[in-house]
Nanobody, 124 residues
Framework: QVQLVESGGGLAHPGGSLRLSCAAS????????MGWFRQGPEKDREFVAG????????DYADSVKGRFTISRDNAKNTLNLQMNSLKPEDTALYHC?????????????????WGQGTQVTISS
């Protein structure tokens, strides 16, 4: 079955960096769009970044543009999110998600499997 397992979260100071990874299994990883979403305290889950099946197209939420970089390694079935210049408002549970197809989308309804999430806390 499809499994998505995130890792790399933790505590960082404002201005610091973290790198999240998502290990995918149970499907043909290279055939699907992948994305990162997050849910902060008392907030709705929101789109963070998405990457097309071969990595040629990338999309970011405005709030993370210029600070976060999404990437994928199709040989290793791994999705990554490099987060730099972190802010307290980046504090959230970060989820890796599998797209339903090759279509790029920010809509949660276009993603059909989700990992359990990895917690990121930004605090001084």
């Amino acid at each position: 079955q499809v499994q998505l397992v995130e890792s790399g979260g933790g505590l960082a100071h404002p201005g610091g960096s973290l790198r999240l990874s998502c290990a995918a299994s149970g499907f043909t990883f290279e055939s699907f769009t992948m994305g990162w979403f997050r849910q902060g305290p008392e907030k709705d889950r929101e789109f963070v970044a998405g990457i097309s099946y071969l990595g040629g197209r990338i999309d970011y939420a405005d709030s993370v543009k210029g600070r976060f970089t999404i990437s994928r390694d199709n040989a290793k079935n791994t999705l990554n999110l490099q987060m730099n210049s972190l802010k307290p408002e980046d504090t959230a549970l970060y989820h890796c998600a599998k797209g339903e197809s090759v279509i790029m989308s920010q809509a949660q309804s276009d993603y059909d499997y989700w990992g359990q999430g990895t917690q990121v806390t930004i605090s001084s």
